[in-house]
């Protein structure tokens, strides 16, 4: 059995026991135990779609009268991750994407120094909710995250790198 075929079989299994989260265009999204937590256990891809893989974003400005190179010209971990998040989406965009077609991400976090040199989960985490797993957008990607010494841009906090998806033309034509 080929790994395309045993995919297919845990994805057909899944929908059929109703484990897995709505499928928008064929992608499937097994849902976490916290139906509240903004990822998803797992995304399966059918074959066919376009892939597209966002290069890491660093965060703008949030302070220009702060000192350069400052966690303090960045803003906390949680601005930093919405100016990332908000640069991606544009990208996103220009691909003629959104988040919802997000499947992937890995965020890098740089320890807080006013937590102690601890990453600031909750923080990243609260604006990726906002984007990822709301309301208004509630498909949810697979995420790692990880502490990393630094990054390098000084002063940033955060780093995302996404893989999205984009539905064949032929279906998307089909469903119209």
């Not at 892939?51 to 949680?78: C, F, H, Q, R």
């Not at 120094?113 to 697979?142: E, I, L, T, W």
């Not at 995420?143 to 996404?162: K, Y």
Request: no cysteine; hydrophobic share 45%; glycine share 10%.
């Amino acid at each position: 059995m080929t790994r395309h075929s045993i995919a297919g079989l845990l994805t057909a299994s899944l929908l059929a026991t109703g484990f897995a989260a709505r499928a928008q265009d064929g992608v499937s999204r097994l849902p976490l135990g916290d139906p509240k937590f903004p990822i998803a256990a797992a995304v399966t891809v059918p074959a066919g779609y376009a892939t597209s893989y966002l290069s890491g974003n660093l965060p703008d400005i949030a302070n220009p009268d702060a000192p350069k190179g400052t966690v303090e010209a960045y803003g906390n971990t949680e601005t930093q991750t919405a100016s990332v998040l908000a640069k991606l989406g544009a990208t996103l965009e220009k691909l003629g994407l959104g988040y919802g077609d997000v499947v992937s991400a890995t965020v890098f976090l740089v320890g807080d120094p006013a937590k102690g040199g601890a990453m600031d989960f909750a923080g990243m985490n609260a604006a990726f909710s906002k984007v990822f797993g709301s309301d208004a957008q509630p498909n949810k990607p697979a995420r790692s995250t990880v502490q990393v010494a630094a990054l390098v841009l000084p002063g940033a906090l955060v780093e995302i790198d996404l893989i999205a998806v984009q539905r064949p033309a032929a279906l998307k034509n089909k469903s119209k």
